[in-house]
């Protein structure tokens, strides 16, 4: 059963650009979440995700953020006109339904943003 | 609001000793969960260990062990005989429903 997978491990942008990072769940996972890490700082919570649905997104910024988790295919987050600010590395986890013990989450290995 | 705390940003270990990664959290909910991820230099982020809060026994993986004092929120991480492929970032999690909370990290390097 192969992990959860993240593309492109490292994407580079001009400022203005868009970026757009990949995550793709463990097999049988149904919930999607996306965290950001800055430098020298933990996991800060953006997105969660099921398919064709966001549940929270209470940490993902109003404007420039948006992500989806098609019926078919990754989770997508989609990051408009980039700055500067939004170097950082961009963490996707997935986890099986809330009736799994512990609820625990799966990470994938990450995408680092570095904007140019 | 939640949060979590770690008030070591780095320590360090000889190889082979015990060393105690202290975590501690703020929450009004009575049920939750806590873990602790390791992020070598890889950056993947691999669980350790996980505790849920209703269970008073500390739980234990290897080498990897918790105390758990739900009275005092406190969520510390002890490593036993470490080695060098144990070091890395640690970080505390909570969780509360939808969301994970993530301390800010600890850096431990283990020490020939």
């Known amino acids: 059963n192969a992990g959860v997978m993240q593309n492109p491990r490292h994407l580079v942008r001009r400022r203005g650009q868009e970026a757009r990072l990949r995550c793709s769940p463990m097999?049988?996972?149904?919930?999607v979440y996306w965290y950001r890490q800055l430098p020298e700082e933990g996991l800060k919570f953006m997105v969660y995700?099921?398919?064709?649905?966001?549940?929270?997104e209470s940490g993902m910024p109003k404007e420039r953020f948006s992500a989806e988790f098609p019926k078919e295919g990754p989770s997508i987050l989609r990051i408009q006109q980039v700055v500067r600010g939004d170097s950082a590395a961009y963490f996707c986890?997935?986890?099986?339904?809330?009736?799994?013990?512990?609820?625990?989450?799966?990470f994938g290995p990450g995408t680092r943003l570095t904007v140019l | 609001a939640q949060t979590v705390t770690q008030s070591q940003p780095e320590m360090s270990v000889q190889e082979a000793e015990t060393v105690t990664l202290s975590c501690t959290y703020d929450t009004s909910e009575n049920n939750y969960y806590l873990f602790w991820y390791k992020q070598p230099p890889s950056r993947q982020m691999i669980l350790v260990i996980r505790q849920e809060a209703y269970k008073q026994q500390n739980a234990t993986e290897n080498r990897f062990s918790v105390n758990f004092q739900k009275a005092a929120k406190s969520f510390s991480l002890k490593i036993s005989d470490s080695q060098l492929g144990d070091t890395a970032m640690y970080f505390c999690?909570?969780?509360?429903?939808?969301?994970?909370?993530f301390g800010t990290g600890t850096s431990l390097t283990v020490i020939p």
């Open positions: 999690a909570f969780r509360d429903g939808n969301q994970f909370y």
């Open positions: 995700l099921q398919k064709e649905n966001i549940i929270d």
């Open positions: 097999k049988g996972h149904s919930h």
């Open positions: 986890a997935s986890s099986p339904p809330r009736a799994v013990p512990y609820n625990e989450q799966f």
